[in-house]
């Protein structure tokens, strides 16, 4: 099972970058597929969440209206495109998957120890 994310990098504020979050080794489609990032310091947040079954997508405040979740189904890769970037955006980016039973839900509430598969996590700077 793997999860590998790229696409991370140094940008100004007000800049933009997608994230891409790669499956291989499981049931693509028996899987939500959420992003978690850990800024310098700070506690593992979880940031959004899609659904495989339906669609339905989660955001937390902080990214809502700049932050967009997309899914493709015949490359087995979730994307996170992150536009009008923030300082506060700053942090490791990580891709997990939680199995649809749990969905989404297990990001919206925090709970990323309930998550069944993470990736190892790129690195996103937004600096001056």
């Known amino acids: 099972v793997q999860l590998v994310e790229s696409g991370g990098g140094v940008v100004q504020p007000g800049g933009s970058l997608r994230l891409s979050c790669a499956a291989t080794?499981?049931?693509?489609?028996?899987?939500?597929i959420g992003w978690f990032r850990q800024p310098p310091g700070k506690e593992r947040e979880g940031v959004s969440c899609?659904?495989?079954?339906?669609?339905?997508?989660y955001y937390t405040d902080s990214v809502k209206g700049r932050f967009t979740i997309s899914s493709d189904n015949a490359k087995n890769t979730v994307y996170l495109q992150l536009n009008n970037l923030k300082p506060e955006d700053t942090a490791v980016y990580y891709c997990a998957a939680v199995h649809k039973f749990r969905g989404c839900t297990v990001v919206a509430e925090q709970f990323y120890n309930a998550m069944d598969y993470w990736g190892k996590g790129t690195l996103v700077t937004v600096s001056a």
């Open positions: 899609i659904s495989r079954s339906n669609d339905i997508t």
């Open positions: 080794g499981f049931s693509f489609d028996d899987y939500d």
